[in-house]
Every structure is written in C-alpha cells, then in structure tokens.
C-alpha cells in the first residue's frame, strides 16, 4: 500500500524559507523517480522538482527543476528516513499553491526534462500548502 504524506507547509513572509518534507511508505523508494507538483489557486498544476537514484539511471543520480526555479529550490531524498524533502529559499507571493508529493510507481520510465511533467506521475499524496504574503 502506497502512501505519501506532505508537511512543512505554512503561511510565511517574503523571502523567508521552507524545507517540506514527503514522507514515503509501501514502496522501494529508490527504485522510482520522485516529483514536487505544485498547483497555485485557479491554475494548472506544474512540476517543480524531480529527483531519482542511481538504481533507476545507472549513473550518480538525476535531478530537474523547472527553470525559473532552480536558483531557489533543492530536492533531495534520505533512504534511512524515506522521505523526500523540497528546500525553498526566499519565498515569493508567486510561489504560494498547494504542494504534491508524487511517485512514478508502480512502473518507471519517464526521460529527462519530462520527468518534471505531472502526467508522469501516478500515486500522490495530499498536498501541504504554502502561502507567501
């Protein structure tokens, strides 16, 4: 049984900082690519981060951001804990949506930049929301 639970998310200040946290469960977490979906209020969901292991890409591992992201975002995994974690630095009233954790499970194969899309993923968790104002 696959579950994602997200948490971290709050009601900040511009230019303040987030660390969220996916904790994972049901699955090798290893084995599949692992994605943050943000979706901000009356718009379409967008990927913001992904991350898989060198068990999926035989080589060190892989990660992608959007590109207008990058210089404020970090994704990383922690095997032990089986969570996967998003760093945002200096927040912005544009970054304020609710916040997915997904999973590829229970197959993988997406490539490259797509592997930022939504549609790659299938099993969710609930969302964390962040607001920004």
């Known amino acids: 049984h696959v579950q994602l639970v997200e948490s971290g998310g709050g009601r900040v200040r511009p230019g303040e900082s987030l660390r969220l946290s996916c904790q994972t469960s049901?699955?090798?977490?290893?084995?599949?690519?692992m994605s943050w979906v943000r979706q901000p209020p009356g718009k379409e969901r967008e990927g913001v981060a992904a991350i898989a292991d060198r068990a999926i890409v035989n080589r060190p591992g892989k990660k992608y951001y959007a590109d207008s992201l990058e210089a404020r975002f970090n994704i990383s995994q922690d095997y032990d804990r089986n969570t996967v974690s998003l760093q945002i630095n200096n927040l912005q009233p544009d970054d304020t949506a609710m916040y997915y954790c997904?999973?590829?499970?229970?197959?993988?194969?997406?490539?490259?930049?797509?592997?930022?899309?939504?549609?790659?993923?299938?099993?969710w968790g609930q969302g964390t929301q962040v607001t920004v104002s």
């Open positions: 997904a999973t590829d499970y229970p197959y993988t194969s997406c490539n490259g930049q797509y592997c930022l899309h939504p549609d790659q993923y299938r099993r």
């Open positions: 049901g699955f090798v977490l290893k084995e599949y690519w």
